[in-house]
């Protein structure tokens, strides 16, 4: 997971200025977002560690499963991959989409809040936290839901490494060491 | 510990009703990697250095590095139940044990928690186990005596309260003994001890804890422990638990005392930590940090004056001095003090009293090597008379160590240098003491008195042991007054003196040995 973070960093930080200069954000995160999933795929992975493929067949086989996925290939992202396959670094494309959608995010100002709740949330509850947590976070934030029925009530709000949890699952928790001390 | 029913659900209302109940906010991380009691936590983007982080399992650990993509922290404790992919929670607390009088006479861990079985700790003061030591500002020079109990060490390498005394040896010479005597030595006189086991043997603690109880000393005495089988995290954090704790007292204008039992097992758990946290090694692979390992935390042992102390208890103490003296050891591998840890130690130190294996089997007990051992402040802290009293021993000792060199080779010696070597013969004699029998002021300036006044001269060498023990059952029973006035002023004068004389006179006359 974390292991390609170092390598990912130079690649994610000059494809984002590359987007952002040519004003194609969305379509390259787009992009890299298919490009992460389809070389997440075990059996892509598997391709990665042939020693008997060359880098150019590599490319040319990765960049055949990103058409049938329905990715329009600019000569740029082309490129890209022809690059990770020369270094051997196919690998790190999921870590280099995370960092990507990381440094748009800071970019745009915007942070992706998940809410995980007992109950399904009412649209006036959204708001609610949505326009809170926009303020503590002084951020757009874009909410996403889950409805998890083991907080038994309440719900966990995480954005980034900030975790609010007002579950009574978490609270019983609590309660249990308070009680074991 | 018994519990009725009723009690119990009292109890449980008690708990409940204290506990706070509100939404948390807190940042959070996921363990990556898990090895050696070593975690690498992705995420934890706001946690400080040194902060306590939470595991699962009500398990603590510290963050010690700060990397970019991850944070490397120590897990305080066990970490069987702590596995891959485990949510590690801030609390933006720095690690804290809990303090005060209730702590006096039990044994814990490096976290303040019990192990001796005696039931939970009723104490609900806690300190941060890191602490600033105190500034120039706030201190106040030595310039009370802690007396040890051992004539050798009281009379040569005197140490003061607040002051930092290294004992320095190889193993095997009788360093804990030192430090036992002197913890049994302050019974009585108020003085708080904490004793800190740092990678020792279970059973050598427990040995410990025996003898302090057997001696009545454990009612003053907080004993710390970190086992060998402890993890070298709890190792590591343990003399900053213990120094914590006797800073409590020394915060309230009390004086404690604490050994540090040993800092060079200590220095090695720093060791393993750092490099299982791929900290670059540096000399004999210990990091760069080993200095300030040991500096940072002697340096928390200090007098400070009663301003301070005012101030530090909001005004409940006033006009009283506060005192955290420290006997750190050291263990040297074949004498070799020259090592990277003891060069280190010995210099942060206001002095050392160097033990030598040489001196031990030759039956020289405690082996208080007296031409390197020295005592930096000690001296402005001493009592009048054994200050006085004391001052020729040194130099008797010193003169005696150069003529036996050469006294091997002549065997015509003038009359002068016979008597040199006979008085330096007496004078090692005389420094024997035997374990868990530490002296007063008294009966100490009285052994020295009979010393320098030549009393011992026409004693046999190898009865001078039992002549000195006679000589002070015999004032004792006789001249049991003098003694206490002694102790009681400490004062010298020719009145004392000629007090000592006649008692002394009187014991050669009318005493056996």
Known sequence: MSDFDTVARPYARALFELAADENKLQQWQDNLQQAALIAADS?????????????????????????????EADADFSNLISLLADNDRLAALPAINQQFTTLKQEAEGAIEVMVRSAQELTAEQRDKIASSMAK???????ITTEIDASLIAGAIVTAGDLVIDGSASGQMQKLTIALNK | MQLNPSEISELIKDRIKNFEGAA?????????SLMDGIARIHGLAEVMSGEMIEFPGNTYGMALNLERDSVGAVILGDYKHISEGDTVKCTGRILEVPVGEAML?????????????????????????????PGVIERQSVSQPMQT????????????????????????TGKSAVAIDAIINQKGTGIKCVYVGIGQKASTIANVVRKLEEFGAMEHTIVVAANASDSAALQYIAPYSGCTMGEYFRDRGQDALIIYDDLTKQAWAYRQVSLLLRRPPGREAYPGDVFYLHSRLLERASRINADEVERLTNGEVKGKTGSLTALPIIETQGGDVSAFVPTNVISITDGQIFLESDLFNAGIRPAINAGLSVSRVGGAAQTKIIKKLGGGIRLALAQYRELAAFAQFASDLDEFTRKQLERGQRVTELMKQSQYS?????????SLYAANEGFLDDVDVNKIVAFESAMIAHIRSNNADLLEQINAEGDYNDDIAAAIGKAIEDFKANGVY
Not at chain 1, 136 to 142: A, P, T, W
Not at chain 2, 106 to 111: D, E, F, H
Not at chain 2, 438 to 446: L, R
């Open chain 1, 43 to 71: 059996d892509m992975h598997a391709m990665f560690e042939q020693p008997a493929m060359l880098s150019s067949e590599l490319a040319e086989l990765f960049l055949s499963v990103t058409a049938a996925a329905g990715i």
């Open chain 2, 149 to 172: 109990g051992l004539k050798a060490i009281d009379a040569m390498v005197p140490v003061g309260r607040g002051q930092r005394e290294l004992i320095i040896g190889d193993r095997q």
């Open chain 1, 136 to 142: 503590r976070l002084g951020k757009e934030v874009s």
């Open chain 2, 105 to 133: 006479g039990r044994v814990v861990n490096s976290l303040g928690e019990p192990i001796d079985g005696k039931g939970p700790i009723e104490s609900d003061i806690s300190m941060p186990i890191e602490r600033i030591a």
């Open chain 2, 438 to 446: 530490p002296m007063n002021v008294a009966e100490m300036g009285v």
């Open chain 2, 24 to 32: 948390e906010a807190r940042t959070e991380g996921t363990v990556v």
